[in-house]
């Protein structure tokens, strides 16, 4: 089934949705859906072209707009990755890769590339190597004095707030996901931060909602139990 999920009821164990059709347009008709166990798997928002935007279900919408920031990369003379995750890492690096002439640059707050996943030493050797010998520019321990709010397709120079000035003709925002946690919260906030049935009401008699993300510290490794 596809469509989008609107609300959750914990009282008569329903969903509510909004049903796509084959043209890939929201249906303004809410329909439910009963259910016996409900497993929350709502995933995370990213910025575009990244991750697809989340009210668009076009795939040629999807195509249309990777190919655009493409087009802008290929143009491009000096490249800026905000965020040093993985994501960021991995972007800087297969454009470097491609267009080797381009000035590739990544800028993170922290003070180490792909911060606070307890990886190990080999790891970080090997990732900082790998850039290094692409030659990509990599500044930490610095953030932008302007928060962006997306992706930006235009010639700019930025700051950090150390003062570091960085042009670019393109900025490609990989700063990290968002959990898409709307339905949880209104079902309960308190699923936010705990598992349900143990450390908060079992609410719907079988909910089960399950929320990992590091970044934000409400990780909890606990065994679900009825």
């Known amino acids: 089934m596809r469509g989008v999920a609107m609300q959750i009821s914990a009282d008569t164990n329903e969903v509510s949705y909004h049903a796509i059709g084959s043209d890939d347009k929201e249906s303004e008709t809410t329909e439910k859906l009963k259910f016996d166990y409900l497993v929350l798997a709502t995933g995370s928002t990213y910025s575009v072209p990244i991750k697809p935007d989340s009210r668009d279900y076009a795939r040629s919408a999807t195509e249309a707009k990777l190919q655009e920031v493409r087009d802008h990369i290929k143009k491009a003379e000096k490249v800026l990755v905000v965020g040093g995750g993985a994501v960021g890492c991995e972007v800087a690096a297969e454009i470097k890769a491609k267009y080797p002439s381009k000035l590739v640059t990544i800028v993170d707050a922290n003070k180490q590339l792909i911060s606070g996943n307890n990886l190990r030493d080999k790891f970080y050797a090997y990732l900082n190597a790998s850039l290094e010998k692409l030659d990509v520019r990599v500044i930490l321990g610095e953030r932008l004095t302007e928060r962006l709010s997306g992706n930006g397709l235009e010639k700019r120079t930025l700051r950090t707030d150390k003062g570091t000035a960085i042009e670019s003709d393109i900025q490609?925002?990989?700063?990290?996901?968002?959990?898409?946690?709307?339905?949880?919260?209104?079902?309960?906030?308190?699923?936010?931060?705990?598992?349900?049935?143990?450390?908060?009401?079992?609410?719907?008699?079988?909910?089960?909602?399950?929320?990992?993300?590091?970044?934000?510290?409400?990780?909890?490794?606990?065994?679900?139990?009825?």
């Open 172 to 226: 490609l925002l990989c700063g990290g996901f968002s959990p898409v946690a709307t339905l949880v919260q209104e079902v309960h906030a308190s699923l936010m931060a705990v598992w349900a049935g143990e450390e908060a009401p079992f609410l719907a008699g079988e909910l089960a909602a399950v929320l990992r993300k590091k970044q934000t510290g409400f990780t909890k490794e606990r065994r679900l139990k009825r």
